[in-house]
């Protein structure tokens, strides 16, 4: 019988899209953040993905010293380190580039497109917000155009990539599949590739079966056997299109900056309940998680001794 195929589990862990009054299990405090890295990599994560918030308000914090204050501690759960540069549509590409810059993780996301991103359809789920800052956050995205030009995305492959951090590329859309395949001939992207299909939000590719299948033979087509695919399923659609990337060959992204469910009415207390969830889905079809050295092995990373944290 062959070997079974190792599926690296990315958990996101907060984000900038949902807001704390939506979820009392959304972490917020480095030391929230910290404690859901711990139950994330312990249920079999082998990637952090990380946003940082201000302790007080709640609000995305993209300062070096919010990162100062979670990073150190996660680095000690021998998880590779994923530092966001898309930071929260409303920032600056300065801003957003900011903590990757400074501290050279392993791998840093990087969005491949500028496009519409809708969160005020969650004003009408969500009408207790304690916070001005949260109401205002979503209402003002039915005007937002999330920024990702070419000069954009080539300045972070450019400044953050001279660090030999490596990219978890965001496509939130066909389109943006053609933009990382331009970006390999144009900037000088190296393989593996690792492209990080996003299904489900408002401005970007639904979350239909058929959706998913087409990123995928486009990828196929753009990529060949140059990249890894791994499937982010947003809000309901977390877990079944999880399941549809591990039946496909791919790999799989969860945590609560994507969905604050853990199934059907029922809310995730921690994103280490929906890796749990990856891991029975894999189990099913005899699949196992990647641990964190082997996704680094994969996604060709420099390894957590070259990093400036």
């Given at each position: 019988m062959a070997d079974p195929r190792k599926v690296i589990v990315s958990c996101a862990l907060t984000g900038a899209i949902h807001t704390p009054s939506m979820s009392p299990h959304l972490p917020v405090t480095p030391a929230q953040i910290i404690a859901e890295g711990r139950r994330a990599v312990e249920a079999g994560a082998a990637i952090l993905h990380l946003h940082a918030r201000n302790s007080d308000t709640g609000a995305p914090d993209q300062s070096v010293a919010a990162f100062q204050a979670i990073l150190p501690a996660l680095k000690e759960t021998g998880a590779v380190i994923n530092i966001t540069t898309g930071g929260s549509p409303y920032m600056t590409v300065e801003e957003r580039t900011a903590p990757a810059r400074h501290f050279a993780p392993e791998l840093a996301s990087l969005n491949m497109g500028s496009m519409n991103f809708g969160?005020?359809?969650?004003?009408?789920?969500?009408?207790?917000?304690?916070?001005?800052?949260?109401?205002?956050?979503?209402?003002?995205?039915?005007?937002?155009?999330?920024?990702?030009?070419?000069?954009?995305?080539?300045?972070?492959?450019?400044?953050?990539?001279?660090?030999?951090?490596?990219?978890?590329?965001?496509?939130?859309?066909?389109?943006?599949?053609?933009?990382?395949?331009?970006?390999?001939?144009?900037?000088?992207?190296?393989?593996?590739?690792?492209?990080?299909?996003?299904?489900?939000?408002?401005?970007?590719?639904?979350?239909?079966?058929?959706?998913?299948?087409?990123?995928?033979?486009?990828?196929?087509?753009?990529?060949?056997?140059?990249?890894?695919?791994?499937?982010?399923?947003?809000?309901?659609?977390?877990?079944?299109?999880?399941?549809?990337?591990?039946?496909?060959?791919?790999?799989?992204?969860?945590?609560?900056?994507?969905?604050?469910?853990?199934?059907?009415?029922?809310?995730?207390?921690?994103?280490?309940?929906?890796?749990?969830?990856?891991?029975?889905?894999?189990?099913?079809?005899?699949?196992?998680?990647?641990?964190?050295?082997?996704?680094?092995?994969?996604?060709?990373?420099?390894g957590d001794d070259q990093v400036n944290f």
């Open positions: 969160l005020y359809p969650m004003l009408a789920r969500y009408r207790d917000l304690s916070q001005a800052w949260e109401r205002e956050h979503l209402e003002k995205s039915r005007s937002l155009v999330f920024r990702n030009s070419f000069a954009d995305i080539a300045t972070i492959l450019n400044t953050v990539g001279a660090g030999g951090t490596r990219f978890e590329c965001e496509c939130y859309d066909i389109g943006h599949l053609y933009t990382l395949h331009h970006m390999i001939a144009g900037e000088g992207l190296t393989p593996p590739f690792f492209v990080q299909s996003v299904f489900g939000l408002l401005g970007g590719i639904g979350a239909h079966a058929e959706d998913v299948q087409m990123m995928r033979r486009t990828a196929d087509r753009l990529f060949g056997d140059r990249y890894l695919w791994s499937v982010l399923g947003a809000g309901a659609h977390q877990l079944p299109l999880a399941a549809m990337s591990a039946a496909m060959g791919g790999h799989i992204r969860v945590g609560l900056e994507d969905s604050l469910w853990a199934g059907p009415g029922r809310m995730a207390r921690s994103s280490a309940e929906q890796v749990a969830a990856v891991a029975s889905i894999l189990s099913g079809v005899g699949h196992v998680m990647a641990t964190p050295d082997e996704a680094r092995d994969m996604l060709g990373l420099k």
